[in-house]
């Protein structure tokens, strides 16, 4: 009697494959998370530099200090009392004294290397003109304030073109050179324009030709009272920046991503998978769905960084106090505080959705190879 061949050994083989396969995917993400890292870190300096417009900034805070001085040293009545030259001497004192305290006495590539470090562990600083609608002037606070309206505006919009156009990209393929299909072809094109360009056309249609949708704005003014009130609020003021987004997007994502449906299509693992007998709807989930994620998410993911660029104008147009106007807003008032704080987050939320994309990537398609951490 043979005995049978026993499956112990391959066991820890297979354990094997699978850590060398972990510690790969680990370098990998390693190497992105330190390259995105390098990348901010580039980003936020060359921020801090532009941000001082050559020096100009420093001058008008030197102002900016001494007048405060002025005014603070005016509101006692024994300043007044005092001789010239010691009142003068008072102000130039104060002025020294909070000079040193800010630390512009210093070089700026000294301070400039400060507020970097600063900035990159979110010690964000005090904000010099602007405030939270609590009154608050730390940076932190003022744009925590601000950042889940850019989250949920951008997350919604985002989460719905990638859906709608995948569920409508794979119908197309179904369908490759139907009335429909040449008619996504036609208005891929249009996505050239950026969401802010739909938006002030939404806006002059909707809202002030057929007045059916607010201009702008998060909710009405006073808020409803009720959640249900507010939510209801809260979405119709969404509709016209979420479908500015939308129509800035999606269809070129169609038109692509249709694209990579009809190439996985026409394998031939495809063709065997027909002949096999296998439903249609199995065939589009397991071998053309899931090899053509990957390209999908890459092209994504370069629509993930247009949109994210263009969302200070977007917020503008529609009057979204989002992170985007609140960045537009502090500039206006050259607040280098809020600017360099905008600038940062909006780098890390950035580096958050390429890293978490790239490990995704990396997950869904076989023929990556995560070595020595390149692809």
Known sequence: MIPEASTEPRRPSLRRARLRDLRHLLLFALGRLVALLATVLVGVYLTIVVANMGGQVDELRLVQIRSEVVETVRADPAFFDMPGEERN??????????????????????????????????????????????????????????????????????????????????????HYGSALDRTVIALAPSSAAPGWFYGIFLILLLAFVFPLLPAGGMVTAPPPEGRLAYAASLIRHMLLPVAAMFLSSIFVSIYSWRTFFLIHASEDYVEMARAKGLSSRRIERRYILRPALAPIITSFLLMLIGLWSGAIILEQVFNWPGLGSLLFQAIGHRDTPVIIGGVVIFAYLLAATVFALDILYALLDPRVRIKGGRR
């Not at 301070?111 to 562990?121: N, P």
């Not at 949920?152 to 156009?165: D, H, I, K, M």
């Open 89 to 174: 001497a008072l102000v130039a004192r104060q002025v020294a004294l909070e000079v040193e305290r800010l630390r512009l006495d210093q070089p700026f590539v000294v301070r400039s290397l400060d507020y970097l470090k600063r900035a990159m562990s979110l010690d964000l600083g005090r904000a010099e003109q602007m405030h939270s609608d609590r009154g608050s002037r730390e940076v932190r606070d003022i744009i925590t304030e601000r950042l889940p309206a850019t989250l949920l505006l951008f997350g919604t919009a985002n989460l719905l073109v990638f859906f709608t156009a995948v569920f409508a990209a794979l119908r197309l393929s179904r």
